[in-house]
């Protein structure tokens, strides 16, 4: 396992300038937010000009990309049209694993079943592998139906947040029965009663999290994925957080 950061860390700087900070907070690994809204590349621009997404992520700072995480807002082919660019994208910057948001709470089963292994089956042309992420409000909100899917779709893995299994819904319960399914894992702080707190100030078990990824020879990265809050000196979270994670390795 090793450490790495999201590029959503640092919303409201350019790829270039996220780069920049986080060689200056000694990481070595990033995943980019591949995102229509409020990502750092777009999947349309992508799908428009790939030579030029593939340059630009090739301008690196000597950061080696952990992964991608990938929101697209387009709908029935073009979506997959675009999935299929980031996929390639993928590919030639030697990036096996996508992290992709499940469907909202409410979608019909087997209509999530059928894009998921569309999806998964675009990926593998380009050796890569799909992670949808556990997140409240989307149908992996339930460890045991983030499990399902995972027994359903042949191929198809997951990104565990556990923050979203320690706050919501599913608070308390255990999650043990995912991580079997894990091709990923982004971390923050977590209370009960707040998505993100101060690290040490919350829930998450580290330690333990770590020794159950390596029951399942998990050697993939770990994302750390903490926006700014107010009042907290957000480099210094980032920094603590990273060699937190690097003292356990």
């Known amino acids: 396992m090793f450490v790495a950061a999201s590029s959503e860390c640092f919303p409201n700087l350019s790829l270039d300038g996220v780069l920049q900070r986080l ?8 995943e980019i937010a591949l995102h229509e809204r409020g990502g750092h590349m777009k999947p349309s621009e992508i799908a428009r000009d790939l030579d030029t997404a593939i340059a630009t992520c090739r301008e690196t700072y000597r950061l080696t990309i952990s992964g991608y995480s990938v929101e697209i807002d387009a709908e029935g ?3 997959y049209d675009q999935f299929a660019a980031c996929c390639r994208l993928a590919k030639a910057t030697k990036v096996v694993s996508l992290t992709a948001p499940a469907a909202e709470i409410g979608t ?44 359903n779709v042949k191929g198809l893995g997951l990104t565990l947040d556990p923050s979203h299994y320690v706050y ?25 009663d707040k998505l ?20 399942f020879k998990y050697n993939r990265a770990l994302v750390i994925h903490i926006t700014e809050m107010e009042g907290v000196d957000h480099v210094a979270e980032l920094r603590k957080m990273r060699l937190l994670l690097e003292s356990m390795l």
């Open 23 to 30: 060689v200056d907070l000694e990481f070595s690994n990033i």
């Open 77 to 79: 082919e073009e979506y």
């Open 108 to 151: 019909p089963f087997n209509a999530e079943i059928d894009r998921l292994k569309r999806m998964v089956s675009i990926a593998s042309q380009e050796g890569v592998r799909v992670g949808i992420k556990t997140e409240t409000g989307r149908i992996t909100q339930d460890p045991d139906t983030a499990v399902v899917l995972c027994d």
């Open 168 to 192: 919501g819904p599913h608070a308390g319960g255990s999650y043990d029965q995912v991580f079997r399914y894990v091709y990923n894992v982004h971390l923050r702080d977590t209370s009960k």
């Open 196 to 215: 993100q707190v101060r690290i040490g100030q919350g829930e998450i078990e580290y330690s333990r999290l770590i020794s159950q990824l390596e029951k």
